[in-house]
């Protein structure tokens, strides 16, 4: 389903939504209404004047790893596989509330031990997507950024950008910080209601 200048898409009825945006990301909240932010379904946003979308470019996606989000790591995993490209998964980290207590530079062993658990929760929880996805080739990356710099980080070598969301809480920091950045389409993929 795609929305256009004459008619209001009923997002009740869409399996997807595809919807222009300014590249800047500014006018987005005024140029879209309500009930397509607040939409049960994919909405994808593709900035005005971004270049003929490359196919053959990765898709990224934001993955929490500590509460990941199934419908979006499908929606990501799906995407890959249609376009036959490599998924870039990023898990952004950042260093516990304690590390700020060390009154000088966090110790070495610290940081590495808090670094190899980060680590080994993406693998743990892509262990199911990759079983159903056997033929996508997946690139898990761990950073310690926000979220919102670790995929802007990738974003000029995607052809999609996937990320989540929660029911009702709309697009969220991470979709406002990448918007005015990039120029490939970004997928906002809310997590259904499992009550």
């Not at 009154?103 to 680590?119: G, K």
């Not at 199911?128 to 670790?150: F, S």
């Amino acid at each position: 389903m795609r929305t256009g200048p004459g008619s209001p898409p009923d997002p009740s009825r869409a399996e997807v939504i595809v919807c222009g945006v300014r590249a800047d990301g500014r006018p987005l909240d005024s140029r879209l209404p309500a009930a397509v932010r607040a939409a049960d379904c994919p909405l994808v946003l593709v900035p005005d004047g971004a270049a003929s979308p490359h196919l053959r470019g990765t898709v990224l996606v934001g993955a929490d790893a500590r509460s990941p989000c199934g419908d979006t790591l499908d929606f990501a995993f799906d995407s890959a596989r249609m376009r036959g490209a490599l998924l870039h998964v990023v898990h952004a980290w950042s260093l516990p509330s304690c590390a700020a207590e060390w009154p000088f530079a966090i110790p070495e062993r610290e940081r590495a031990t808090w670094e190899d658990h980060e680590v080994q929760l993406p693998a743990d929880v892509l262990r199911p997507w990759r079983r159903k996805y056997p033929h996508v080739p997946v690139y898990e990356d761990v950073v310690l950024l926000a979220p919102a710099r670790a995929l802007m980080h990738h974003a000029q070598s995607a052809s999609l950008i996937v990320v989540g969301t929660s029911p009702g809480t709309g697009w969220g920091e991470v979709v406002r910080a990448l918007l005015p950045e990039t120029v490939c389409p970004v997928a906002v993929v809310p997590a259904r209601s499992t009550s």
